[in-house]
């Protein structure tokens, strides 16, 4: 089935990541154009553009808080390859202690705040006044799980990717409409969501050696594993498709094996004799 990528201009947020990379190497096999953001890690973004090469890729360093450090983002991608077709706002940080709202930090909440809605909100305030020029694009937000049925201990993330996956993605596609609209030729612009749940990825994979931790949250999916990698990027880059997706805007696809919730209690915390 043709995706009809072929050098499309690409823009992956945190492409040093386990999801981002993964969704890089599939575009890239499309024979997309990218653009690769990362923060710090600059040596995983050489390695992979060592794996897809000759693929046409600019790597480009930011910090996706700073309103300056996302307009130098974008406005260095337009220059390379003269236009952006879609943005994968992918990066975002979990804090990986459980600490319950009562416990929690002012600094940690606007760190997170800051880091998974802020940011994304800057790039996608910057790729629609590129797409008010051009006149075509299309937005993947990556949320979580988290963002659908909540996570105990990580009020803060759940609150920001609940807002990516709902209010901004349902927003969005209204606006979008309108800066990028529908043609004779052209299926319009779209917004749309992926919600992964528990992925093997590195931010990840030391919490899946915890057996008891896999059994608990595999027990509320349909299809009892964990998702790999490949398994997200395949769904950001058929959202990212016209030919593909051309009249699918406003969604939020949940990639977590047909996740119904989280159990809240284990068996030996439940008084059976208060039930």
Sequence with gaps: MNSDLQDRVILITGASGGIGSAAARQFAAEGARLILH????????????????????????????SEAQVRRLFAEAVRKFGRVDTLVANAGIWIEQDIPLHAM???QWRRTLDADLTSVFLCCREFFRIMRKQKRGNV?????TAGIFGEAGHADYAAAKSALAYGLTR????????????TADYCGGRVNCVCPGWTITPMTEKHLQNVALVRRVTATMALPQIARVDDVANAIVFLASDALARHLTGQ??????????????????VDVSAV
């Excluded at 696809?253 to 047909?258: D, F, I, R, T």
């Design 252 to 269: 939020t696809l949940v990639v977590a094996g047909g996740m119904e919730g989280r159990s809240l209690w284990n068996p030996g915390e």
């Design 171 to 182: 927003t969005l596609k209204n606006e979008i409409g309108r800066v990028a609209p529908h």
């Design 140 to 144: 993947v937000l990556i949320s979580s």
């Design 105 to 107: 930090s002012l600094a």
């Design 38 to 65: 990362y923060h710090r890690r600059k040596s995983a973004i050489t390695k992979l553009q060592r794996r897809f090469a000759p693929v046409k890729s600019l790597a480009l360093q930011a910090d996706l808080t």
